[in-house]
Structures are given as structure tokens and as C-alpha cells.
């Protein structure tokens, strides 16, 4: 067994991380995690030392660790701490080719009776295509990738994303057991209302 140094970090979220330095295991553990219970270090501890040496990881450990950090509690105290430590980079909503803004809006009237606030609407720093858009609830913030940005890209694609991301401002994540919904029925359901679901979908599959 190598040397281990285990300490409570203030990360923006709740992450663990193991790392092997000099011959010595290096662990940190989420502050958010100070005062948990025994049972749910000890599966954090195996959950981390099976990565560490590629090996499986006990799936009743790792459920007991999600279901403990999915809790309404531990819920509140990581959104709290994602606001106050996490960086959030709000460029503009208006692109070269599309507003943000003027797309939310005309998507809120059409499918939402013009019911939901609008939070802050930019594009991505980058022209990220591994993540074509997201909601961070914790910045209450639609972000949308800047490779959308352009004049060949058709509209409806665009108005695809925003309205994805809308719905999960309308349906946010819920824990079914251990595990987190983010796309439940009645998500997909109203997604499939979008006029051009399928070609939008075509679209960002040949993307």
C-alpha cells in the first residue's frame, strides 16, 4: 500500500480525484462531503481506488454514493456552491448570424404560452462540438456552441437547441431511485412538437 494523503477540497462542485505523485496516493475529497456518513466515505474510498487501479466498481457502493449526493440536502448545498465558486463565462446573446434572445422569446410564445422567464442567453466561448448546448441551472444560463454561429447553418437548428435546453428549464433533473432523469417521458414527448425535430436531428448527426 503506497503512502496515502487524503484532505478536503473546496472544489465548485461535489468531485473526488485521485492521483498517484512521487510513489504517493494523493486523494481529495469535496468539503461538501465533510460529515458524511462512514458508509458513504467507504464507498467514495472504493469507488476512487477502483478507478485508480482499473478495476469494477461495486455497484451497490456506487448507488449508496449517488443516492447520498442526489438527497434534496446535499442537492441544495452543491447549487449553493456552484454559485458562489463556479466560473461562468456570459459572453453575448447576439451572434454574427442569430440572437439568442429574439430565438428564446419567439420559442416561449409558440411553445410555452410565453410562460417562461428568460435566463441569461449567450454563445460558447468556443466552437465546441461535443457539447452543442446546455442549461446550468446553478447560473440560471442557456449556453449555446458558437459553431451554430454562422450563416449556413439553417435556423431551425439553432431554435432546436434553445428549445432542448428551454425544456429543461420546464422539466429539471429528478432522482428515480439512485439514478437521475434528465430526459423523462414527458421531456420527450414535448421535444418531438418541435416542427423540424427530425431534420434538425439530421442535421447535427452529419455535424
Not at 459572453?91 to 430565438?103: E, K, M, N, P, T
Not at 446550468?136 to 449555446?144: E, G, K
Not at 414527448?189 to 447535427?204: H, I, N, Q, T, V
Request: proline share 4%.
Amino acid at each position: 500500500m503506497p503512502e496515502l494523503r487524503v484532505e478536503f477540497f473546496s472544489f465548485a462542485n461535489v468531485n473526488n480525484t485521485i492521483r498517484m505523485r512521487e510513489g504517493r496516493l494523493l486523494v481529495r475529497l469535496s468539503d461538501l462531503l465533510e460529515g458524511a456518513p462512514e458508509n458513504v466515505i467507504r464507498a467514495i474510498a472504493h469507488i476512487l481506488l477502483a478507478k485508480m487501479y482499473r478495476r469494477p466498481i461495486d455497484t451497490e457502493r456506487a448507488a449508496r454514493y449517488r443516492r447520498y449526493v442526489s438527497t434534496q440536502h446535499m442537492s441544495r448545498k452543491a447549487h449553493l456552491v456552484r454559485q458562489m465558486r463556479g466560473r461562468k463565462r456570459i459572453l453575448s446573446a447576439q451572434g454574427h448570424a442569430y440572437d439568442l434572445d429574439g430565438i428564446f422569446d419567439d420559442l416561449n410564445v409558440r411553445f410555452f404560452h410565453g410562460l417562461l422567464a428568460r435566463p441569461q442567453m449567450t454563445w460558447s466561448s468556443d466552437c465546441a462540438r461535443n457539447r452543442l448546448g446546455h442549461y446550468d441551472p446553478a447560473h440560471n444560463a442557456i449556453v449555446v456552441s458558437r459553431i451554430f454561429d454562422h450563416p449556413r447553418v439553417p435556423q431551425y437548428v439553432v431554435e432546436y437547441i434553445v428549445y432542448h435546453e428551454m425544456l429543461h428549464l420546464k422539466h429539471p433533473v429528478k432522482l428515480r431511485g439512485s439514478r437521475r432523469c434528465v430526459h423523462p417521458v414527458e421531456f420527450q414527448a414535448e421535444e418531438r412538437l418541435f416542427e423540424r425535430f427530425e431534420d434538425a436531428k439530421e442535421f447535427l448527426k452529419r455535424l
